[in-house]
């Protein structure tokens, strides 16, 4: 198993909490009338106010980021962009299923070849779901847990001109298991909106023959911002 990146999690998280758990703001809908200035009542509107985490619908756009290997023993990894869409379902206010769609392309270094075939197109698009849980929560923000689990789609060979995936180090087009861990970090922005930071480890599992069948256990890291909206039907 390879661990290409460790991600600061523990870190992102610690400073979230010190900001959702902050003193709360003192901006709450309410009126204070001036005695001396007589110009009426002023009104200071929190938009944070109908902040209640009791939906039952949310969907998830964000830019993504992931970082693969397109073969089991290369030095260089792939960094690779694409695009999250994730959505929720809540059961309860704690727990709740979430499924993601996540596509990744780019391109990646590839193994000494007489080929000439250098820095070829790599992609991966992923399907899974599984548990979600809300962790600590106010109306700054929160903390979320998954592990969805799934199947990834490998595209390696777009590039390779009719060429073996062995001859550069690749691995060969297949679908393959993969599972995502990680979780969120939200700040709202609204009682609707909120903004997403979403670092997760995604562990894969291609195969490929090298005059016998090898399958490799990868774990790599990605992440992805975007929004959030949160839909008004209540549970």
């Not at 200035?37 to 200071?44: E, N, P, Q, V």
Request: glycine share 12%.
């Amino acid at each position: 198993m390879h661990l290409s990146v460790r991600f600061p999690l523990a870190f992102a998280a610690l400073a979230v909490l010190a900001v959702c758990g902050g003193p709360r703001a003192h901006a709450q809908a309410q009126s204070t009338a001036s005695p001396t200035a007589g110009m009426g009542t002023y009104i200071a509107i929190d938009p944070l106010a109908g902040v209640t985490y009791d939906n039952r619908y949310d969907v998830y756009v964000g830019m993504a980021y992931d970082h693969m290997k397109a073969g089991p023993n290369l030095l260089q990894g792939a960094n690779l962009g694409g695009l999250d869409i994730s959505g929720s379902y809540w059961l309860t206010k704690r727990w709740g299923l979430e499924g993601s769609s996540r596509n990744y392309v780019g391109t990646s270094g590839a193994a000494p070849n007489p080929y000439s075939i250098n820095g070829p197109f790599v992609a991966q698009y992923m399907f899974v779901a599984g548990p979600e849980w809300l962790g600590p929560h106010n109306k700054h923000g929160d903390l979320m847990a998954h592990a969805m689990f799934g199947g990834t789609y490998g595209d390696f060979e777009h590039d390779l001109r009719g060429t073996p995936p062995s001859a550069v180090g690749f691995y060969n087009n297949q679908i393959a298991p993969a599972a995502i861990i990680g979780g969120h970090i939200d700040l709202n922005r609204s009682a609707r909106w909120v903004f997403r930071i979403t670092p997760d480890a995604v562990i894969t599992r291609y195969s490929i023959n090298y005059g016998s069948k090898m399958t490799q256990t990868d774990v790599n890291f990605a992440i992805s911002v975007g929004v959030e909206y949160k839909f008004k039907k209540k549970r």
